[in-house]
């Protein structure tokens, strides 16, 4: 019978609130190590947590966005625990009352739409952070009680490649949400994967869950290694361990860490230093009325309105600052089709050429404006305007001292174009005569000759049309 993997996921994602859960220190991140810490995210006897108001909101926008239910009362608790890394011996989460459940997020795979169920989304406090050096391992406590939301899925996931898309659709939301920059080279989102495998109509087996997982790729190949690693221990008449492992990436292989806890070896009990939260609707009516677009919604209102094509309005939507920017041209230059393909075409080849992230961008639009505006209006040709886009990325220049100091500007004159294209004709007889035999092709040769001497600057219609009439003689 045919093995199935049954795969639900646990994402952390760090809110970008300026401020942490339970106190005033700042969430920003680096800086020294222990800089960042203040006696309550310290866990200091006697010190008393107050919440932070906007942590609640982003959760509410959160859940909202992903059809969640909203628990209108719901209250934290204490999560114990011993770690060098947690300084109360304990960290402060929701299990008995998270503030979403029962939501879905719909995906999209090459073969159908698929609802991924959310069974809930918890607010909590991040621990913070081993260093692990040549003269031992040093606590940072910067990050303690960065605010956390975890979201944790049903187990409908069946491959990597849902796994993927599922994380790449949640990061999209986050980030149009604006509640998370999802760096995950800082740590900004990570994932558990809770994942085990059965024959065909079976119930699922037992689980293990793989930790801390800050890569999409890495999560991938981590799926498909523990899909392969447990199939082949049952098909060897093993069985599989309840266990945490850790993954090293340089290996692609996982180790086992410790054995699986269940929320009682957690002793989970009510948070006493904090008072219930209480939600009412008017909250929750606000924070519905002010979500903001979301980044597959804007895909369709791309293609639909702008007649852009899927590719692009995929490329548009990678990142907040990318849409942003996208429709900042559209709007200002009248013409988002061009717009779409300078952003989706020159800006992310020049990105991808220097490693740029997409939240790295920045760039003057009205720069951009410019250029759209020179190469519709016919001032230049489409390879004058790659370079001076291409100048304007790297070294900001100003587009329109940038053409005239490189005498970009269209020739559109018909006697510069005869000289040039008799000029090419005169130094390339052969070719003359090889076209003028049938052979075609060769004309994209002429043409470029004729170009070039003609500084790129040529009008590529004009030049088009001068050149075959001087070839078939007219």
Not at 110 to 137: C, P, T, Y
């Amino acid at each position: 019978m045919k093995w199935e993997t049954v795969i639900g996921l646990e994402v952390h994602a760090e809110l970008s609130t300026r401020s942490k859960i339970f106190c005033s220190c700042t969430t920003s991140y680096g800086g020294e190590p222990n800089t960042h810490v203040c006696p309550v995210c310290a866990g200091m006897p006697g010190t008393l947590p107050v919440l932070n108001s906007k942590v609640v909101e982003y959760a509410l926008r959160l859940g909202l966005a992903l059809n969640c239910l909203i628990t209108q009362q719901c209250k934290f608790d204490r999560k114990n625990y011993f770690y060098p890394d947690l300084p109360k011996a304990y960290q402060v989460s929701q299990l008995y009352m998270p503030i979403c459940r029962d939501g879905y997020l719909e995906i999209e795979t090459e073969n159908n739409k698929k609802k991924i169920g959310i069974r809930e989304i918890h607010m909590e406090e991040d621990a913070g952070k081993l260093n692990h050096g040549s003269k031992g391992s040093f606590m940072d406590f910067n990050r303690c009680g960065v605010p956390l939301l975890e979201i944790v899925s049903h187990p409908d996931l069946s491959s990597a490649g849902e796994v993927i898309v599922y994380l790449e659709k949640l990061r999209e939301t986050l980030l149009f949400l604006d509640i998370c920059d999802c760096k995950m080279q800082e740590g900004s989102i990570r994932a558990d994967i809770n994942l085990s495998v059965r024959r065909s109509g079976e119930k699922p087996g037992i689980r293990t869950e793989t930790k801390n997982m800050n890569s999409f790729k890495a999560i991938a190949r981590a799926v498909e290694y523990e899909t392969e690693r447990q199939i082949e221990i049952l098909e060897d008449g093993g069985t599989i361990i309840q266990e945490t492992r850790r993954w090293d990436d340089e290996k692609s292989t996982s180790s086992g860490m410790r054995s699986k806890e269940n929320a009682q070896d957690y002793r989970y009990f009510p948070e006493p230093d904090l008072l219930p939260i209480n939600i009412d609707d008017g909250w929750i009516s606000r924070v519905k009325n002010n979500l903001p677009e979301l980044a597959y919604q804007k895909r369709g209102r791309y293609m639909r309105d702008y007649k852009i094509s899927a590719d692009e309005a995929y490329v548009l939507t990678c990142h907040k600052n990318i849409s942003s920017l996208f429709e900042t041209l559209a709007q200002k230059s009248g013409q988002p089709v061009e717009s779409a393909h300078l952003i989706s075409c020159e800006i992310m080849r020049h990105m991808n050429n220097v490693n740029m992230l997409p939240e790295d961008l920045s760039i003057e639009a009205d720069k951009l404006v410019t250029l759209i505006s020179f190469v519709t209006s016919g001032k230049i040709n489409r390879a004058s305007f790659k370079e001076t886009v291409e100048a304007v990325f790297k070294n900001n220049a100003d587009p329109e001292s940038y053409i005239a100091e490189k005498g970009l500007i269209m020739i559109s004159d018909d006697n510069a174009i005869i000289k040039a294209a008799e000029k090419v004709m005169a130094a390339n007889e052969d070719s003359v005569t090889e076209y003028r035999s049938g052979k075609e092709k060769i004309f994209g040769f002429l043409m470029g000759m004729v170009m070039k001497e003609l500084g790129k600057s040529g009008n590529p219609e004009l030049v088009k049309r001068i050149l075959q009439d001087k070839l078939n003689g007219l």
